[in-house]
């Protein structure tokens, strides 16, 4: 068994529905994504699923759906350069 810490919820009858939708999707990442929940495990873990997703649906939904996995791998190549030049530049201060 694995004890994770409270997933806290606050007045849930006064949030609208994005923010409900964010909050379960959230909830769904706090429950089955692989800990720590950090941003490298959120995003395998909606890669995953948008992957998923994909089967089933009509070719212009996944194209759509191949689209935003384009993006989302796109995007997680600018933050990995990023990571790479901030290490860089603390190396040098040492």
């Given at each position: 068994?694995?004890?994770?810490?409270?997933?806290?919820?606050n007045?849930?009858?006064?949030?609208?529905?994005?923010?409900?939708?964010?909050?379960?999707?959230?909830?769904l990442?706090?429950?089955?994504?692989?800990?720590?929940?950090?941003?490298?495990n959120?995003?395998?873990?909606?890669?995953?699923?948008?992957?998923?997703?994909k089967?089933?649906?009509?070719?212009?939904?996944q194209?759509?759906?191949?689209?935003?996995?384009?993006?989302?791998?796109?995007?997680?190549?600018?933050?990995?350069?990023?990571?790479?030049?901030?290490?860089?530049?603390?190396?040098?201060?040492?």
């Open positions: 068994m694995i004890y994770l810490k409270p997933f806290v919820v007045q849930f009858g006064y949030l609208d529905e994005p923010q409900k939708e964010t909050l379960l999707i959230a909830y990442q706090y429950i089955s994504a692989p800990m720590p929940l950090n941003l490298d959120r995003e395998a873990w909606l890669l995953s699923r948008l992957k998923k997703l089967q089933g649906k009509s070719a212009a939904d194209e759509k759906l191949d689209l935003i996995i384009g993006v989302i791998g796109a995007q997680q190549d600018q933050i990995d350069d990023l990571k790479v030049n901030v290490k860089m530049i603390r190396d040098q201060e040492e």
